[in-house]
């Protein structure tokens, strides 16, 4: 079950990409004193998804407007006890403002639920997805079941497992919106909203999200729940939710053209496609593409040597043709350095 008195608030900037380099990213995770470790749980699951940029932590005594304002999505969470300081009514009314402001609020368990131990989240019903109903059940081992599998919040996410206790609230009612995803016990656990008259967007997921990687009875940290929690922030952003096959892609072309344009970055050296945004590219990427226009074409180098100088590209022997570096399995003997020609 998980650790006694955390009341955090992940804050995370998004990451701006553009062909070669990525701006700064302003990320934070809030927290109450004495709960460090939570909070670092919490920031090392979404910093290793790469969707999202670094998140750093620092207390909630730091909660103000003119920091809390200035990012572009925020997690929000609490625990089932409250050794760490709760969020007060001032508190809500900075987050309330951050929705005003569109900035995408993602709410975890156990904010929106009423339990013996805790109040809900203090601020205006009319930000609420899921109700601030529904007590602590009773804790078993329960797993996602998608509702709406297109949704692009579920882009990557092949499976969740709660874990042995699922600690959530029990059965949190509909409050305004559409539930996307529901706990194998027909539950509701990850529901949207989108209020276009104010641009803004919420969504609330009933999971209480430290991992087991802390707590070995929470949500299981071989399923998807690092990427269901980033999709979630970069959907209530307004951000583009990355294509889940950029994985597949074998060619430079294939990466970052079609539908996966804005999506995914070629590695050239690596001959390998990636999310984007990724937090940490730049230490294994020496060369990377983000548009079409700038994949080589390798074809149009007639010898090795112009073809091997070429990072993308490699001089295939046994058909004497100049290869992206994703495509010589069909070759015999290759050549990658043009000393070696």
């Known amino acids: 079950m998980e650790g006694k008195g955390v009341v955090v608030l992940v804050v995370v900037g998004l990451m701006v990409v553009g062909m070669a380099c990525a701006a700064e990213v302003r990320t ?10 939570e909070a670092e749980n919490v920031k090392e699951f979404l910093d290793q998804t790469g969707l999202l940029g670094d998140v750093d932590v620092f207390p909630t005594t730091a909660l103000d407007n003119s920091g809390l304002l200035t990012y572009d999505a925020l997690l929000v969470f609490n625990n089932i006890y409250t050794v760490c300081s709760p969020f007060d009514q ?7 403002q951050a929705v005003d402001k569109g900035i995408g609020v993602v709410v975890a368990s156990k904010l929106f639920g009423d339990t013996s131990n805790i109040d809900p989240l203090k601020w205006s019903e009319a930000y609420n997805v899921l109700n601030a109903d529904g007590g602590y059940p009773s804790l078993t081992p329960l797993t996602l079941v998608k509702l709406e599998e297109d949704h692009p919040i579920f882009r990557g996410v092949e499976s969740f497992s709660g874990g042995r206790d699922s600690p959530r609230n029990d059965d949190p009612s509909l409050h305004q919106g559409t539930v996307i995803g529901e706990w194998s016990d027909g539950t509701n656990l990850i529901a949207v909203y989108e209020n276009k008259t104010g641009g803004w967007r919420r969504v609330d997921v009933n999971v209480f999200p430290v991992s087991s990687d802390m707590y070995p009875d929470n949500w299981d940290v071989t399923t998807d729940g690092a990427v269901l929690f980033a999709n979630s922030l970069l959907w209530a952003a307004n951000q583009t939710v990355p294509d889940k096959d950029c994985v597949d892609a074998s060619s430079c072309s294939d990466c970052v053209g079609g539908d996966k344009a804005g999506n995914c970055l070629w590695c050239s050296a690596e001959a390998e496609c990636v999310t984007m945004p990724n937090a940490r590219r730049d230490s294994y990427c020496r060369s990377h593409i983000g548009e079409a226009q700038y994949c080589p074409v390798c074809a149009q180098y007639a010898d090795c040597s112009s073809c091997a100088a070429q990072v993308e590209c490699i001089w295939c022997l046994s058909r004497s043709s100049c290869l992206e570096n994703s495509s010589f399995d069909s070759c015999l003997s290759t050549v990658a350095d043009h000393g070696s020609c």
Do not use: H, K, N, P
């Open 90 to 96: 001032d508190d809500a009314d900075i987050l309330s």
């Open 28 to 37: 934070a995770v809030v927290y109450g004193g004495r709960c460090d470790t």
